[in-house]
Structure formats: structure tokens, C-alpha cells
């Protein structure tokens, strides 16, 4: 299991570079998707396969997905991938590579120290992991709850109709009715057979 | 591994699936017939049954073109993920007491997320393809994965708080003493309309409507890709259909007739029912199938949900 967890936590890092110095959004995009897949590997890997599902489900299958329905949409050619070289100069890297090089050191200090939780401590189950989000942080999940209706919210003050729908038919019906007037309105009463006793 | 023998099952897995899935191509164009009031493949073999075989040769013989405007990588990957979503959902079904490759305690969320992994190969395939038509398809195709995967889900966490678990084989044993589709008819109904979507076919097949989109998102694909993705979609509709199997109705139990038997049978009269719809139904417009999903079915899934929560709670 120890050797599934160093690849797949290699596979992570090499995936997460390729992707941010990738020129083509989607092939980055996919690095990215190939990144979270590996760090479900190794959450399964460490004992907690349910965050691992629910890692590919969510990260991976849902809002990578809105990504790259985005981008999509957007469809980028071969400008964007030019426009991508010209802003991806070594210049930009200093800032980035200062502070991961700090979080480096530090990463390097506490494993030299010897510290740090003990891999597989135990598998936990989704029952356990539905208990403790219930109970001790039941007011997290409440929190992230209240933001998620906010953005619900949001999302739908956006995507609201500034004319309401009965104004727009309203609209469609006088044009229709002007451009081939009915029937009926120009020659009243010949369109309706006699009644037969 | 449950099973003594976890390459031999592998196999066995691999073989039957694949073997299922070619099968399926010939029995759909054999009862599209039989609807339809002709006779469908009988020329070659018995009854038409190695109309497959020469349909695979055939495709094999083919040009394998990749058009020079599409972006190959992209292109090539597409239609490989399909295969491989579809076939790794196999890995965690219990045929029988015993056979299953392996029996994750997070089964269900496991086919939930490979299928949800299984957008990808659609939505690459037609933006790689750098055609209007493909990438019409493939954004349509997002669309409504997307949005049916969303009560697909909840559709299926009923069954999961009757059983008590994610684990496949452990549902199937909850069914002993009546199986799920009783308690859970909403359920079913829902997953049912759900893996039709997933599973693209019509009438949900709005990302490769001919009538309008050529092939959808396949247009561009050629000899044995495009053959993978037309056994990828009927190797998705054996899943769902063993997937119906084992969550609504019992699985492998039923009287008499050994455990794998009742199996097969169930799971071949959900393809058969998959058929039946196809061959009776039209697409619907494209807007009225995503409002459907979003304001229909969602809503349904989720007072299904909060119903059986309550009565699993207030049974216990």
C-alpha cells in the first residue's frame, strides 16, 4: 500500500505542474482532473475511502466537468495558446516559487523532525464520518449550507428573466397576429357550418 | 478479493460484460425488428448471431481516421474512457454469493463516481473533434449527465438507508425478506428515467441526435473508435440494468434456479425494457428535458429521500 501511495502522491505533484504550465486550457484542465484523481488514490490509500469517492464524485466528476463545459463555450483555438505564451514569462514564476520553496522547507523540517500522524491509522467508515459531521461539526456543515443557498440565491438573481415569460408571448402573439391576421376576423361567420336541427 | 481465484474472476468479469455487450447489438437490432414488424439480422449464423462477428470485422478493416484539424491526444483518450468507466463499474457488482472482483464497502458511491467520470469521454469527444456539430453534442452531453447524475444520486440513497450500507453485496442481502422496489418504488422509477440519461439512449439521446446534430458527438469518429463508443454504450446499459437488478429487485435471490440464473434473467429483462423504451418513444426538445430533470425529478428525489429518512427513523 506504501508504494501505491508514493506513486500516486508523485503522479499528483507531476500532474499539478504539467497542468500549471500548460499552454492549452483544456489539456490543463485535464492534468487537473488527472491531479484530484490521484489524490482520491490516496485518501483511498490512507484509510478514508469515503472522502475518496465523494472526491471523485464531486471534484472530478461535477464542477471539473462545469470547467470544461466553460471553456467549452468559450472555445479557445490557437490564439488563446499564443496569448497563454506570451503572459507565462519566467518573470512571473519568482513570486510562486519563493513561497512554495518556503512551504518546502518547512515540509522538509517537520518530516526531518520525525513528526507527523501515522499513515493508515485505521479505515473509516462512511458511518463514521456522517457521525462526526452531525455531531461535533455539526455548525460547519450548517455554515457551508448557508453559503451554498446564498450562491443559490446569487445564481438565480442572475439567471433571472428581467421580462416575465406571459410579456414576451404576449409580445410574439400581437406580431404573429398582425403579420397573417385569423381567419375568422376577416370573414366572420363563413368558417362555421350551419347547425342542423 | 472475495473469490479464491481474483484473476479468474477478473477474466470471467471482462469476458462476460464484453460478450454481453457485442450480444446486446445483435438482440436490439433483432426486437427493433420484432416491434417494428420485420426481421431484423438473420443471414448470418444461426438466427443472425454472428451478424456481430462480421459487424466487428468489418469495423476492424476500417480506416481509422483522425481528422487533421482535431486535437489528437484529446481525440484518442475520448473514447478509451468510456471503456474504461464502463468496465471498472463492473468490478464491484455482485453476480453471485461470492462472485464479485472486489467488495469495496463504498460500492454504490464507487459506480457513482465512475459513471459521473464517464461524462468526460463525450464532452472530450466532441470538443476535441473541432466540429460544430461534435461540439454541440458534446455541451449538450454535459448538460444533461450533469444534470441527471444530480438525482441519480439521491435517487439511490433510499435503497442505501433501508440497507444500512454503500456495499453492494450487503444491499442485496437486505432484500431478503422483500426486495427494495416495494419500499422504494419512486426510487426505482427515478433511477430508472436517470440511467436511461446516463446512459444516453433515447429517449435521452438529444447529444447524437441524428435528426439534427449528424452523429452528435462521435461525427468525426471512425473504424474501431467509434466502436468503442457504441459497445461503451451498451456495456453502460448492462450496467444499469444490473445495477436496477441489484438494488431494486433482489439480485441474485430468487427460488429454485441457481443464484447466477436469476441474475442473468433479471438483468436481461431490464435490457430488454431499455429496448422497448427505445424503440417506442421520441427525444424530447432539449430545454424541456433539462427543466424536467431540474424542477420534475430533482424535487421528487429529494422528498423521496426525506420520507424514507423520517420512517427509517421513526421505525428504529
Redesign the interface.
Known sequence: MEVAFYIAAAIAIIATVLMLTGL?V??AL?YL?VSLLAVAVVFYVIGA??V???E??IY???IM??F??VV??L?LGEHAVSMEKAWLTPGIWIGPTVLAGLLLCEVAYVVAQGGGAHMGAG?V??KQVGIVLFGPYVIGVELASMLLLAGLVGAYHLGARTTPRSEIRNARDTHTRWAAPRRDSVLPGTDRPARTP | MTSPYPMFSILGMLFGALTIAAGLIWLERRLLALWQDRYGPNRVGPFGLLQVVADGVKIFMKEDWIPPFA?K??FI?APAIIMLTALLSFAVLPVAPGIIISD???GL??V???S??G??SV??A??SSNNKYA?LG??RA??Q??SY?VFM?LSLMGVVLQAGS?SLPAIVDAQRELWFVIPQFLGFVLFLIAGLAETRRTPFDLPEAESELVAGYHSEYSGMKFGMFFVGEYLGVTLISAMITVLFFGGWLGPILPPIVWFLLKTLFFISCFILVRASLPRPRFDRLMSWGWKVMLPLALANLIVTGALVLAWR
Open positions: 492549452n483544456v489539456h485535464l482532473i475511502p469515503f475518496a469517492a465523494l471523485v464524485i472530478a466528476g461535477a466537468v462545469l470544461v463545459f467549452m463555450m472555445n479505515m467508515e462512511p | 486535437d491526444p484529446v483518450l469495496l464497502n463504498i458511491l464507487f457513482l463516481a465512475l459521473s467520470l461524462v468526460y464532452v472530450l466532441g470538443w461540439l458534446g455541451m454535459a448538460a449527465m450533469i447524475e444520486g454503500f
